[in-house]
């Protein structure tokens, strides 16, 4: 079992920045890939961003050049630093860790809501 718990959501402006955080507990030792999801109102949730254990990434297209992802596996905390944020990048941001393919977790959420 892994518990993950996100944080660092909140309001902010149209070209302003915000830091999440999702902090692991439990099984960390089992973790493999982390990643960032969203969803915003009405649509469905879509991967932000990746990082593997060994710190390779990935981003979405829509993310590229602004969000970075980052990881700390001696805090057991990934991070993912966002700016330039945009009204579009208004979403509840979601923390998943994978354990194997077909075994991963997900935190409660965290909402980002950018003001035009």
């Known amino acids: 079992q892994v518990q993950l718990v996100e944080s660092g959501g909140g309001l902010v402006q149209a070209g302003g920045s915000l830091r999440l955080s999702c902090t692991a507990s439990?099984?960390?030792?089992?973790?493999?890939?982390m990643g960032w999801y969203r969803q915003a109102p009405g649509k469905e949730r879509e991967l932000v961003a990746q990082i593997t254990s060994v710190g390779s990434t990935y981003y979405a297209d829509s993310v590229k050049g602004r969000f970075t992802i980052s990881r700390d596996n001696a805090k057991n905390t990934m991070y993912l630093q966002m700016n330039s944020l945009k009204p579009d990048d208004t979403a509840v941001y979601y923390c998943n860790a994978k354990l194997t393919r077909t075994v991963d977790y997900w935190g409660k959420g965290t909402l980002v809501t950018v003001s035009s």
């Open positions: 439990g099984s960390v030792f089992s973790i493999n890939t």
